[in-house]
């Protein structure tokens, strides 16, 4: 069971070493995901009191069973175990580890991690008594301190002395959660893993873990220690405010994703709750938890004001869909607090504003997992250059690394886990969160420095409103847009590629390409409308992008032609009649290409929006609108072009809102339902066709994982 819950995080490999009452070891791996290699190799069936499992997500190795963890060695000493992460000199320590007469089977970086903390365990050994347990932990404790010194990188690893039956777990820069808890069958229990849901489904008592720390434990026990020096640290368990059941797929539902796509409406009701305080009566949350976020945001808006009054910067630092969510809420500010936010990823930060940051500067980090490898190291350079710009994260998981190591404030999205890799409703509830707190950002300013502008009053009570509206509004898209949604994934999952093209949505156009691109693993851009005319439109008319359809067509095409068509090739080849029959032959390869177009409902938006239209439907191409209803745009895409009798459009018609800061939220409700759409019906399409390991999965693409925490 806990290595199906690490499945969303990768699997290109599985594997579990278990350790039975006797000391046995028995350790089995092999390639592939969780639910078909646990069941393949029999590890559910295997007995034992001590298990160490791991999921792989490949960095260091090809994936083989042979780079699958975890490993156990025998070289020097005897102990297994695996990590997690990312060990940066791992072919220096590989030849360093032959060198010293270690036996290496793989290339991954994990079995150097073990590999190093056998040897000096082994070391330690030899200068103590071996078959003391007291002794032997206290020389793996110092063995993990020397070992530890020669790892580079970010990891979290955990290692077993099978002698002893104890366990040691350390985190050095990658995710590490430990809990505690009883089992009514066997007992009490310690648990160490890099995901917290994979804890929740055994225990809701953790012992937070910091930078630099690792904990021993047996089953009765434990310990935390410093990696550096080895001191032991005194800290109390908590109890996670997330539950178990969060964590659970409710028989209502085939996958995640679409639970998660589902539950978004109370997601962004609590965050409405949270920030209305005191205005609104609670339904969701309790007096506590809306007294402290209320805390959070009235700080929130004093840094932004501060860094405004002295001119500096809000920077906006993010990755994948977070990233998106950033882009989008520039709008939101843009448009009702008249702040600037800008958004970056962590490349860019570096790349163009980490040497011009000064004290007045805002630093604000979105992360679901709140592990996020990049941000994390984006915000220890922020740290160790003691420049004084204040670090502010957004992030769902507050058990996390950013949340308690790297923040000088911390603003909860309070959505609950979120299990399928694709983001959905934590993804919906940044945005509701950055439209909530760009709304407190322009009440405070239309008290103080835009006192008096009548324009930004109308704008907040209007916004005030929609906000108001949102849960309604989203459960509204749902049904409202099924039918649309569901013509245009019968049209689309077959298709290669695909462009997304916004007017002032360009964050919602990429997380709609960014939806299709994870779960259907198609080829799909997001782009700000007018771009696409600035070369991508290449695409547009015959071209190379070719799908099942129409190499099935060719196919067809060359059956019916058979023999024949050789003969003729023979009798007239070169002469302009071969030349002709060459174009008829590829001629059955002409497809539009799809383009989704997304708008509110400003009327120079949608003015906008029907000229790209126009311009790109005559040139190849098929249009899916995604919009409010407007009779112009939805005729603009109906006509077809006068040469083009194949021409398809769909209009996905999203409720009325007269608002485009509340289209964000409805179209990107139909542009999720659009990619799990697609997903289930390509996957469908796959499995009929025999094709094992595909990889198209609403939950679980491969490839990808719901937590990046390596460089």
Known sequence: MLLRTLEYRGYDSTGAAIQSDDGTVVLRKGVGAPTRVVKELGIVALPGRIFCGQVRW????????????????????????????NVTNCDALKAWLEAEGHSVRSDNDGEMVVHSIEHEFAIELAHVDAAAPAARREAMRRAIVAAAARLHGSYAAVVVDPVTGTAWAIKQGSSLYFGVGEDPRSGRFGLASSDLSSILKMTETLL??????????????????????????????????????????????????????????????????????????????????????????ERFVDLVAKAVQNRGRILVVSCGSSYNAACTGALFWNELARVELVPLLPGQFRERVSNTLSAHDLVITISQSGETKDLVDILDDLIAGGIGATRISIVNNVNSTIAQEKSDLVVPLRCGPEIAVPATKSFTAQLALLLGLAQRVAERRAKTDLAGDAALARRIASAEAGLARLPALLQETTSATAAHVEEAAQLLFLRPSLHLLATRLSGLAREGALKIREVVLDHAEGFEASEFKHGPNTLLGFNTVFGPDQIGALLGHLGSIGADLQNEARAFAGSAGAKSASHALFDVLRCDYPLLYLTGPDPRDVALTISQ??????????????????????????????????????????????????????????????????????????????????GVHPDVPKNVSKSITVD
């Open 208 to 297: 937070p873990l910091k930078e630099g720390e690792f904990v021993e434990w047996d089953a009765m026990d434990h310990t935390l220690y410093a990696v550096e020096g080895g001191a032991p640290i005194a800290r109390a368990t908590t109890r996670s405010k997330l539950r178990a059941e969060d964590t659970a797929l409710d028989p209502r539902y085939s996958t995640f994703m679409e639970q998660e796509i589902a539950a978004q409406p109370r997601a962004v009701a609590t965050i409405l709750e949270l920030l209305a305080g005191g205005r609104a009566p609670r339904v969701l949350t309790d007096e506590g938890e809306a007294a402290e976020f209320a805390g959070l945001v």
């Open 613 to 694: 239209l126009n311009t790109h439907k005559i040139r190849g191409a098929m249009s899916i609108v995604f919009a409010e209803d407007d009779d112009s745009l939805r005729r603009s895409a109906a006509k077809a072009p006068v040469d083009n009798a194949a021409y398809r459009s769909v209009y996905v018609t999203l409720p009325k809102t007269g608002d485009t800061l509340l289209t964000a939220f409805t179209s990107i409700v139909a542009l999720q339902q659009l990619a799990l759409r697609m997903s289930v019906l390509k996957a469908a399409y796959l499995d009929n066709l025999g094709i094992a390991d595909h």
């Open 58 to 85: 490949a960095t260091f190795g090809a994936v083989t069973a042979e780079n699958a963890q975890p490993h156990e060695v025998r070289c020097k000493t005897h102990i297994y175990g695996a990590h997690n992460g």
